[in-house]
């Protein structure tokens, strides 16, 4: 399924992008265009390659993957957990958890100025309450932030519950069920 | 994005991607720097933070060329109705583009100036007589060894799926038994 959604593109342009279930195709751009051509050698990342991660969790019923496409360009990318991660409140509510929320480098303001693109994390993030309300986890989203981004997501009033030790340290966040 | 809008959304549509059509919602948008969630992107995070000023402007480069190139060569490639094949062969044409666009010759580094300057004049897409020649130059762009690497990519992509699809229908078939 492809939803369509807009986005600003700078100085003054709202442009119609789409997003949809992650491609081979896709996972390919994250490689060669996001990855590859910042590299200052030839030799592949001794790191965990977190586009093999992607690339297996195409296929694996618990995972949704998502990418947000503009001029044949992926300009973001969410993985979702979707059946086994619970809320960090005491009712342990089922949950969308995020493994994965990533913007291409050139959508960032420190990286380009401006950037090509503004708003392609909070759309998935926006997504990802989405996704979560139709599963019918009221829009719960749990997450952990890289320390980098810990103020996007207080940005978007996403409540704080500190480091945690079994994932490197790493700030946990988790939106609540919507009141309505 | 507080939670009180987002639920007057929901009572008033029931989806929120909806907000998505409102103007001030979109323009409302901060600028990002670092949104990335999940440890095992510390890496890419890593690399990015790291990478050189001329790596930066070099992929910046990449992003205005492909940005016009690659809905182009897609289009090209729809036409051709490759069916199951196609993100294979999509996916190699894109490599050899970029492969290609590492060691361009002096006239085909012309070529994209232009394409360039005519992108940054924001004219009508009829009035884009550089981009319209964009599938000639991408077809002299390949070469003949480049095809035979796409084609080989197509027959594996097919051959690939035949035995799954046709080892798959099997499994079905001896469960119902």
Do not use: C
Not at chain 1, 55 to 62: G, I, P, T
Not at chain 1, 80 to 89: D, F, G, V
């Amino acid at each position: 399924m492809t939803w369509s959604i807009r986005l600003t593109k700078p100085p003054n342009d709202i442009v119609t992008a789409t997003i949809s279930s992650l491609t081979q195709e896709q996972v390919g751009q994250i490689d060669d265009l996001w990855e590859d051509i910042l590299r200052a050698t030839q030799q592949p990342d001794a790191d965990w390659n977190w586009a093999y991660k992607l690339r297996l969790a195409v296929n694996d019923e618990r995972y949704e993957v998502y990418g947000i496409e503009l001029e044949a360009l992926l300009q973001g990318v969410i993985l979702l957990e979707t059946q086994w991660h619970r809320s960090w409140l005491p009712q342990r509510f089922p949950l969308v958890y995020v493994e994965y929320l990533a913007s291409a480098p050139w959508n960032r303001r420190l990286i380009e100025d401006p950037p090509y693109l503004v708003g392609v994390g909070r759309t998935l993030l926006l997504f990802a309450r989405q996704r979560s309300l139709e599963l019918g986890y009221s829009g719960r989203v749990g997450l952990h932030s890289l320390p980098g981004a810990e103020a996007f997501y207080q940005r978007y009033h996403m409540p704080d519950y500190g480091p945690d030790s079994d994932k490197g340290g790493l700030v946990y966040f988790e939106y609540a069920a919507f009141t309505l | 994005m507080n939670d009180a809008i987002l639920a007057e959304q929901l009572r008033k549509t029931g989806n929120l991607l909806d907000l998505l059509n409102d103007d001030d919602w979109v323009r409302n948008a901060d600028e990002e720097d670092f949104v990335e969630a999940g440890l095992g992107l510390q890496p890419y995070v890593d690399l990015i933070q790291g990478a050189s000023p001329e790596a930066l402007r070099r992929q910046r480069w990449y992003v205005r060329v492909l940005s016009i190139l690659l809905p182009e060569l897609k289009q090209w490639l729809e036409s051709w109705q490759l069916g199951r094949s196609f993100e294979a062969v999509y996916m190699e044409t894109q490599r050899r583009l970029y492969k290609h666009l590492e060691q361009l010759t002096s006239e085909q580094q012309d070529w994209i100036k232009a394409l360039l300057a005519e992108a940054a004049q924001a004219l009508p897409k009829e009035q884009k007589v550089i981009r319209a020649q964009a599938t000639t130059w991408l077809a002299q762009l390949f070469t003949e060894e480049d095809w035979n690497v796409i084609a080989q990519a197509a027959s594996q992509a097919i051959a690939h799926d035949i035995q799954h699809l046709g080892q798959q229908t099997a499994k079905q078939t001896v469960a119902q038994q």
